[in-house]
């Protein structure tokens, strides 16, 4: 049986979604409206992931473009703010993908 960590508990990329977006529990403070259309790429991204329907490369690619094309809406609006979103957003997509392709690799 599996131990639940907080980490199973926290759906990182939405709340940081959320936060990008400026709305919900996670708003953020962020009057920054340019970039709230964003999120819901990395909401589509994040579904490419759990639906394994995305390669590794095309995920560091899409990860980087977004990564650039966000902080370019952002201009000089909170961009610090929203750099550390950004970042945050990468990391948590990646543990996704990384959690699902180890759990194929072992079932095989």
């Known amino acids: 049986m599996k131990?639940?960590?907080?980490?199973?508990?926290?759906?990182?990329?939405?709340?940081l979604c959320d936060a990008l977006e400026n709305r919900g529990a996670s708003s953020s403070g962020i009057p920054n409206?340019?970039?709230?259309?964003?999120?819901?790429?990395?909401?589509?991204?994040?579904?490419?992931?759990r639906s394994k329907s995305i390669t590794g490369y095309d995920l560091e690619m899409m990860l980087h473009t977004l990564a650039n094309?966000?902080?370019?809406?952002?201009?000089?609006?909170?961009?610090?703010?929203?750099?550390?979103i950004v970042s945050a957003?990468?990391?948590?997509?990646?543990?996704?993908?990384?959690?699902?392709c180890s759990t194929n690799y072992s079932n095989r």
């Open 3 to 15: 131990k639940f960590t907080f980490d199973d508990l926290q759906p990182h990329v939405d709340m």
């Open 33 to 49: 409206e340019a970039v709230y259309p964003q999120a819901k790429a990395y909401r589509n991204l994040l579904s490419k992931v």
């Open 69 to 84: 094309e966000t902080l370019d809406l952002a201009k000089n609006n909170q961009s610090h703010r929203i750099g550390k």
């Open 89 to 100: 957003l990468d990391f948590y997509v990646r543990k996704e993908y990384n959690s699902i």
